[in-house]
């Protein structure tokens, strides 16, 4: 397979066979941009072979995961079965309604508009061209259009025929097909898309039309009386040649994840789909929101389940601190690698001193760091003769708590958050906040910015779409309980994945075993820290422990629900509890 970021300079079609039976490879110029490929009523279905074909041979010539295939087509049975298989890697996307079609061309004019403004020159005067020199080669997209589709009436001639004309040297190459009844179209812009490219008609025989970028082609044609044979190669092999290459690319990159945890499967189930943190996917903290019922809370448990499976507590040392009643975390309070457990919180407190610590911890790093001549904990971890550092993760649930209250507190704490997840990449410090809802919060944008994972189960509204994914990606809209969307690139819309997560796992039994297998010298054991109102309490409580208790009502201690059990308890250790108090309650 070809390791070029280029495109191919010709793309195979088949073979000429000229009146002696010689054949010779028929190839269409790369700078003819595309093709039309029209058939008779019959022929349906050897036309879709023929340009699956075609599409997969591209992906097996072009650098592994360097072409992105796009199938325009409002079928409801599927064409295109064996390109499907490459959904999950992000390599093919299938819009078959108008209005995501018509999104999804906006993207592409934004792409192509930013490549001709920042990217072509006269010495890079296409993609093909530019990416041959280029550290950072760009993406070549493949569109498949069915031009009886597609362009509709909410994308306007005007703009698809700018689109189609600025495409080849944007990296964008068309595949258009059709019924010959399409050649009589009235449609301005499907009649430029059939003169714009060669076209090649099955019918009783194959037939490449006359078109100015293959005129050398038909005079060899007409010169050695030759006919065509349309590419069929076995599209079973090329797949998995393809799966193979993007799997073996992935296992020999040098660029590891320092977490990666199997959270569901693809939507067709074929493909496990993995939460993953680390260098080769250049995301080191992740957002994860959901309405209730939805599944969120199942997620988070079996990713703070798959840390106890697969790491251990050296590698990656657990906070977890809950908003939600202490009702999500508390039962992981014999996890193995959980320094430090927050339950009940009825204040951001506890979030302001953390976060501090957090960065006492990115001052000694830094430090240390300096002094062995590293750049990051990757770098530190790999010397020899030297202690390793864990990975220290914070999974705050609720965390729209951290988002509410007094704008000075939510303008600390934002910043707080900010510095930490900026620089917390490199000193291995790394969060994943979790949440029902942001209506209503002010979480900072340039937060955000910093965590580019962001999965989101079901939502209600669009305005929670915003927030987590940006203006424009609606998909939470329409999931099902179960099903979510895993967007590793900042919430762009290309870049969303549908998932169906794995159902919960018996968390006790599972740490028990864990527990025991490694023994508890190899285990951490979690400090519990409750309520900072309920510390308060305590300490007003261990400050009067002569207190004649028949004094105290309920307006001279305010508690709530889970503070007045974490009060009694202590008053009851105390020896101090009175009837009084229990009639508070």
């Given at each position: ?76 049975r599927k064409r295109f079965s064996y390109l499907s298989n490459f959904k999950s890697d992000g390599l093919y996307k299938i819009l078959n309604k108008s209005q995501l079609s018509n999104q999804y061309f906006s993207e592409l004019e ?100 006359p078109h100015k970028t293959v005129r050398q082609l038909l005079d060899l044609m007409d010169k050695y009386k030759c006919k065509i044979e349309l590419v069929n190669d076995d599209r079973d092999k090329i797949t998995e040649n393809i ?87 508390n039962l992981f309070v014999h996890h193995p690698n959980c320094r430090k457990m927050f339950l009940e919180n009825k204040d951001t407190q506890a979030a302001f001193e953390l976060l501090e610590k957090f960065n006492s911890v990115i ?223």
């Amino acid at each position: 397979m070809s390791n070029t970021y280029s495109f191919p300079f010709g793309i195979y079609c088949g073979e000429l066979i000229d009146i002696d039976n010689n054949y010779i490879p028929l190839l269409l110029p790369e700078d003819s941009g595309g093709m039309c490929i029209i058939f008779d009523d019959d022929k349906e279905q050897e036309a879709n072979c023929f340009i699956e074909n075609m599409a997969l041979k591209l992906l097996e010539v072009v650098s592994t995961g360097n072409l992105e295939v796009n199938i325009f087509d409002y079928s409801i049975r599927k064409r295109f079965s064996y390109l499907s298989n490459f959904k999950s890697d992000g390599l093919y996307k299938i819009l078959n309604k108008s209005q995501l079609s018509n999104q999804y061309f906006s993207e592409l004019e934004e792409i192509a508009r930013k490549r001709h403004d920042e990217l072509l020159s006269p010495r890079n005067k296409t993609i093909s061209i530019y990416n041959q020199s280029s550290k950072f080669p760009e993406l070549f997209y493949l569109l498949i259009i069915n031009l009886e589709d597609f362009p509709d009436d909410l994308t306007s001639d005007k703009r698809f025929i700018e689109l189609i004309s600025a495409a080849h040297e944007a990296g964008i190459y068309i595949m258009a097909f059709g019924n010959k009844d399409i050649l009589a179209t009235k449609k301005k812009a499907t009649k430029f898309i059939l003169n714009q490219y060669p076209i090649i008609e099955i019918d009783e025989e194959i037939v490449l039309k006359p078109h100015k970028t293959v005129r050398q082609l038909l005079d060899l044609m007409d010169k050695y009386k030759c006919k065509i044979e349309l590419v069929n190669d076995d599209r079973d092999k090329i797949t998995e040649n393809i799966l193979d290459k993007l799997q073996q690319d992935g296992n020999n990159n040098d660029e590891k994840e320092f977490l990666s945890i199997p959270i569901g499967t693809s939507a067709d189930g074929k493909v496990e789909m993995y939460f993953s943190l680390g260098e080769k996917s250049r995301n080191y903290h992740a957002f994860i929101m959901g309405m209730s019922g939805t599944g969120k809370s199942t997620l988070l448990s079996n990713i703070i389940l798959g840390i106890a499976r697969n790491y251990t507590k050296d590698e990656v040392e657990l906070y977890l601190m809950d908003f939600k009643e202490g009702t999500e975390f508390n039962l992981f309070v014999h996890h193995p690698n959980c320094r430090k457990m927050f339950l009940e919180n009825k204040d951001t407190q506890a979030a302001f001193e953390l976060l501090e610590k957090f960065n006492s911890v990115i001052e000694e790093r830094g430090t240390l760091f300096k002094q062995k001549r590293v750049k990051d904990i990757s770098e530190y971890n790999a010397l020899e003769n030297i202690q390793m550092l864990p990975r220290i993760l914070l999974v705050v649930d609720e965390a729209q708590r951290l988002f509410t209250g007094s704008y000075s507190e939510q303008n600390k704490l934002n910043q707080l958050l900010e510095d930490v997840v900026r620089r917390g990449r490199s000193f291995g410090i790394h969060m994943i906040l979790s949440t029902q809802t942001l209506v209503g919060t002010n979480i900072n944008k340039e937060l955000m910015s910093q965590i580019s994972l962001r999965i989101s189960y079901q939502l209600n509204n669009e305005q929670d779409c915003d927030k987590i994914f940006g203006y424009g990606n609606t998909a939470p809209l329409k999931l099902k309980r179960y099903e979510l969307i895993y967007n590793a690139n900042s919430g762009l819309k290309d870049s969303n994945r549908l998932c169906r997560a794995y159902p919960s796992n018996d968390v006790d039994k599972v740490i028990d075993s864990i527990r025991k297998e490694r023994g508890e010298e190899n285990c951490l054991t979690p400090e519990i820290v409750q309520s900072k109102v309920v510390e308060h309490i305590n300490d007003e409580v261990i400050q009067a422990s002569e207190w004649k208790f028949d004094a105290v009502s309920s307006t001279d201690v305010k508690y709530g629900t889970s503070e007045e059990k974490a009060l009694l308890k202590l008053l009851e250790k105390k020896g101090v509890i009175s009837e009084k108090i229990e009639e508070t309650r």
